[in-house]
Each structure stands twice: as C-alpha cells, then as structure tokens.
C-alpha cells in the first residue's frame, strides 16, 4: 500500500486485507456470541509522561468510544473492561528487559506522587463512560493483562466467547490462543 498525503489514516482503510483463512469466517456471527469489550492502556496522556504517543491525534480515544456505545447497546456483551497500567513500576517485580522499559518511561521526570496519580488515570473522555458494574484494574505485569488482574476471572464467569480490544497509548501486538 502505497501512502499519499491524501491517504487519510486510522479508520476502516487502516485495517489490512484478511489472510485467506480468516476470510471464511463469518464475523458477523463470531460478534453475536458472549462477548467482553476492553479498554486497555488508555491513561491520561495529553501533558502527561508519555504524551509523545499522541493516542488522540491517531484516532484511538474516538474509536474506543464508538466502540464502546455499539457495545453498550448490543444484548450480548455481557462485560466491559478498564485496564490501565502503572508507567511508574520501580517496585514492581521485573526483569532486565523490564527493568530498562520502565526506566526508559521516567527518564528525566521530575514528578510528583499527584501527578503520578494523574498518569496512571483512565482519560477523562473514557471515564465518564464508565458503568458502576465495569470491571477496573491494573496490569501487574509488563503488557499484559491476563496475569495478575481480574480479568480471566471475569472472562470465565461470565462465559465470555469473544473479546473486543481497544487499545491506547501503546503500540504493540497481542496474540494468545482460547
């Protein structure tokens, strides 16, 4: 795909074209089953310490929105789910790779604990949206949040099929197996 000053980025025609096996699923149907809508990583940004990522200039606060009201309104999903993330994880467990990722997140930083408070917030647009019954929490291990949090409990009890991700401040790719 060539891009053009003209190509306009983020929405429908950012999606690239399915791989032939996905191609024979009906989407459709897949997204009428049980399903869970997560928010994750979408922190205070705008002015704050990861600021240059610029999540809102690239269409992701807006689409989560979207995406959330579909779901709000569609009978089967049955979960809706905030995980944010703590940019400031010095006394977290962690590795060497770890150990350098938050580092490089706070270099220079001269903070105070309200503002690290602040950092660590659901966006407002975000939390004005959020329901007395969602699910809260905090990835407890690097980019991931399927350990240490509630939220496999909350998948399982609730029979969850289908999981829809929003996804925020970070670029990074996922996978895991059902």
Not at 89 to 98: A, E, K, L, T, Y
Not at 112 to 139: A, G, I, M, T
Request: net charge negative; charged share 25%.
């Amino acid at each position: 795909m060539v891009v053009t000053a003209q190509t306009e980025l983020g929405g429908i025609q950012a999606i690239p074209e399915l791989a032939p096996q996905w191609k024979k699923l009906n989407l459709a149907e897949i997204l009428k089953r049980k399903a869970a809508f997560v928010s994750i990583s979408q922190n205070n940004e705008s002015g704050g310490a990861l600021g240059h990522e610029n999540h809102r200039e690239r269409g992701s606060l807006p689409a989560t929105i979207k995406t959330l009201k579909a779901a709000r309104k569609a009978s089967n999903f049955v979960s809706f789910n905030w995980i944010g993330y703590n940019i400031y994880r010095g006394s977290d467990p962690q590795n060497i790779f770890d150990k350098v990722q938050y580092e490089t997140w706070v270099e220079g930083l001269n903070v105070n604990e309200e503002k690290r408070q602040w950092d660590n917030e659901l966006v407002d647009e975000l939390q004005e949206l959020v329901e007395p019954d969602d699910l809260q929490s905090h990835e407890c291990a690097l980019q991931t949040s399927l350990i240490g949090t509630p939220f496999p409990l909350e998948l399982a009890r609730k029979r969850v099929e289908v999981i829809v991700f929003k996804e925020g401040v970070h670029r990074r790719k996922c996978s895991f197996g059902t």
